[in-house]
């Protein structure tokens, strides 16, 4: 077996004993390397909340059979030491260490659910790093009405006409109609599962599965075989919103799962958005609320999406390429960067209004910044690199 | 005739002789009374500025036949002398005396817009004051969906069954609608016409506009005879939002006077509200782009309106009413009074902020305050009453 097979199967067995998302495990990782974390983790030479994540299954090695069936299934294994690991989405998460910090990082569900995914198993020949460049989640109430499915398909078909790839959690409803719609507009999907990629759930999308997964890609940060539920739902929500530039809530009632993604989309810095509808529906009673409450920004169109997700490629992002001194940054991310404090961090909408550029334009500078090494990202939000 | 007639002819004469909004006017009328003011102006004895907005039609004094012809259609005209005149309602507009300001009291129409009517003819036997006390604006495209229509009705009648007025134009479509659903829910509402009020205007209402006169009140700043024109419709729509606690857009295109109406009610501090409805509406483009905005409140029941709207009699008036000590002040009115700074003025949303209250809350109590003396208000907010 090549170092480069130990070290997948290493992540793949990781992934199986300690259900994701687990901070101290990418803490464990990032400090030890994903070779010694397994061996630790087999070993049980572990700290003690490590232990207790992974007592249930340690024993469950499983890893070459998974990334075999995986494999013959036509998919495969991303890991963050893979070229399309969408790395620059997960900084929203913040870094490992950020997350399972002492005072904090005792395990508890709060502080794990809120930590990028170990890996991802994923299904179909599309780079995920370049499928997620530029992505909107579309998402709703599994019970749309007839209005619902229209304005989902007029949505994704526009985002999709125009490059956009449009992720989801492939259940019934809404989020079935943004794949399809997608499918039809030939463009490209991501289903985001609560489960492992090759369980057919819900099993009327059996065919719309295969299909997303020909022409996209089907993901769950779940090893194969690894039934939904509901936390894992929960936690799918925040990988649909993790790699997403935008959620769009088309339609949902008062108590969606929708609701619950754009919570996500929030907490990592996208914008959460909701489609209006009729006040007489049941099924706008979620959007109109989020609006109301100020968790959602309405929008009618792909246009109005776009407007806030923002495009990712700008002029700009050649010459970061090429010259890293600030007196060679130009227009908004020279106007971004003169933002930042000298010592400490600011979030993106500090940085809009001290800077005076949009705060979409601000969200998009900001990571090609941080992929140039100007900026770094803490939990608060973006700091000067001491380099510069 | 007696003094009091004298009084509310010189009124009626100035009504016809201006054209309202004159804030000029208003700041002559308040230095020197109604009486000195209507002889000021059929003597030319006047500054500059008022020499220009009142020369076309000084030599016109039919005041005591627009008296009689109003009375005999069983209206009269109301004056900032009556008991029943909308006093606090008139307060967003400032005194006259800081519209009239030396350095923008040129008579610029933006400055001339800004300002209280000088007094309103009214046709109804309702007393305007008492009329106004809960009221809610509903306006909207004069080209309603069997939607926007729907809508109206169902939010109009809830409203009107909880003793809400509801104020509007009068015009064809969305502010027919409103007030017919007030009329048949029993309820109470008053049409700001944007010419004379023995104009039946538009023709297709003068029905409807008798039925407002019997059960509620129809009211205009302008004398008999005076026909409708471009910009008494957007004067109209200042009162409109001016008499009303909140403005709701039910449907409104792109381009839709019912914005103005909006945009009057953010000038005057009063809660901007919209109805969201169907992505593919062109008459709901003009709501959502508002909410999107951020210029309206998203609103799909009467309750969310009330909740904006806010109830005008709270348990504290009583109290106020009586004792004058600020130590006897108790609940939100001492938290708002208490949030006022010792020197100077703050706005509602300062106070908000500063005292913990609700917006809303903040909003109904400062006016109860100012009638019981203890705050008064200049053009950045409310300040303490020196007495105090």
Redesign the interface.
């Known amino acids: 077996m090549s170092m480069l097979e130990r070290r997948r199967t290493a992540w793949a067995y990781l992934s199986r004993v300690a259900e994701g998302p687990c901070a101290p495990l990418l803490q464990l990782i990032e400090s030890v390397g994903v070779l010694e974390a397994a061996r630790a983790v087999r070993g049980w030479d572990l700290p003690e909340v490590l232990r207790r994540r992974t007592a249930a299954r340690r024993h469950l090695d499983t890893a070459e059979r998974d990334l075999e069936l995986v494999g013959r299934m036509g998919g495969r294994l991303v890991t963050p030491e893979d070229n399309d690991w969408p790395a620059w989405r997960m900084l929203a998460f913040g870094r490992a260490r950020a997350e399972g910090r002492p005072e904090r990082g005792d395990g508890s569900p709060r502080d794990r659910e809120f930590a990028a995914p170990l890996a991802l198993w994923t299904l179909g020949s599309a780079p995920l790093s370049e499928l997620t460049e530029r992505a909107v989640a579309v998402v709703g109430t599994r019970a749309p009405s007839p ?1 619902g499915e ?2 989902a398909g ?1 949505i994704v078909g526009g985002l999709a006409g125009r490059g956009w790839t449009i992720v989801s959690g492939a259940a019934l409803g809404v989020d079935g109609a943004a794949h399809r719609a997608a499918l039809a507009s030939g463009g490209r999907t991501i289903a985001v599962l609560a489960c492992g990629i090759d369980q057919a759930y819900p099993a009327q999308h059996a065919r719309l599965l295969s299909d997303i997964a020909r022409e996209g890609l089907v993901v769950s940060e779940y090893p194969p075989g690894v039934t939904p539920a509901r936390h894992r739902f929960l936690t799918r929500n925040r990988l649909v919103a993790a790699l997403s530039d935008a959620v769009v809530v088309v339609e949902a009632g008062r108590r969606s799962g929708a609701r619950n993604t754009a919570g996500w989309a929030r907490r990592l810095s996208r914008p959460s958005l909701a ?6 529906s049941v099924t ?2 979620g959007c ?1 609320r989020m ?2 409450d100020g968790e959602a ?5 792909a246009d ?1 999406v776009i407007a806030e997700a923002g495009p990712l490629t700008l002029p700009v992002t050649a010459e970061l390429a090429i010259a890293r001194p600030t007196d060679e940054l130009r227009g908004d991310s020279l106007a971004v960067y003169d933002a930042l404090p000298a010592v400490g961090s600011r979030g993106p909408r500090e940085l809009s209004e001290a800077s005076g550029v949009a705060l979409v334009d601000v969200r998009s500078v900001l990571p090609q910044l941080e992929t140039a090494g100007f900026v770094g990202r803490d939990e608060v939000g973006w700091f000067r690199m001491l380099s510069h």
């Open positions: 209005y229209h304005a007029e489609v209006p509808g009729s006040i007489a706008s009673v109109h609006i109301r920004r309405l929008v009618t169109s109005d």
